[in-house]
DNA sequence: TCCTTATTTGGCTATTTAACCAAATGATCG
DNA sequence: CGATCATTTGGTTAAATAGCCAAATAAGGA
């Protein structure tokens, strides 16, 4: 694999990080729901203010969100909505599920020999 | 928000984590063709055997993919398959862009005041 | 049975992340 | 200008994660 493509996995594997955390997630879902300004978030959050703004901090370096300064406040927005879509997927990850996916492509059959090992199964 | 919600966001932010990384996601990829054991993923990722084992019981542990024994070898499939739906989303985040969803519900409108700081924007 | 192969487990260390507190910034208001 | 509100930044500490090595398992094969 070159290195370009490492930096294309590590890209996109920051982009799911900054989603990975519970106060994150719930935001994006608030932030769904149109902009909010961090003392709204921080009403039904359970948690500091500066580990509020940290968390859109992290949300908006990622570029999932954005802001706007009005006033004194500062106004989040969900900048790529189509994070929201992410949420059936885990939830048939959690329901155990074998969910297919949304458009099937070829998903090809299983069967390739392991060319390190040399061999397939033998038994069964 | 109620203990049963918050316990909700964190196994949602489980399966998110467990997909965070540059080798898991390039894994999850792989097994998109089929299944293969650990050590046909090892072959390209540079990594130790040990590392490839670890992340593996990570997707596993997240219900992501599925494991069978088969002889000596393990082989690894993604139970999951709707995962790799995220990657054009999570490419659109990459690009900086505002792509919707795919399937677009009735985002509100902003503009609700702030209940906290009592009041909406003053300038502009 | 002993050897080899395939993979997992158990440390261990370095790095990252999360949370809180306190202090800094920036805008509006009196 | 000085006070106040909304939010960010910096510091600190605890906890989680990633990677490597070495040892443990488990299944076949000689």
Redesign the pocket.
Known sequence: MDESRKALYRARARVL?AL?????LWMVEKLAEGEH????L?ETV?????????????LRQAGIVD?Q???????YRLKVPCVLDFMGCIEAVLAGGTKDRLEVPGMTTPGTA?R????R???L
């Open positions: 990080k990975a955390h519970p106060t994150r300004c961090v003392c709204e921080l359970d948690a500091d203010f500066s580990t509020v703004s940290k968390h859109l901090s992290v802001v300064k009005r006033g004194k406040q500062m106004f392991c390190r090992c040399g061999q199964e033998k038994k």
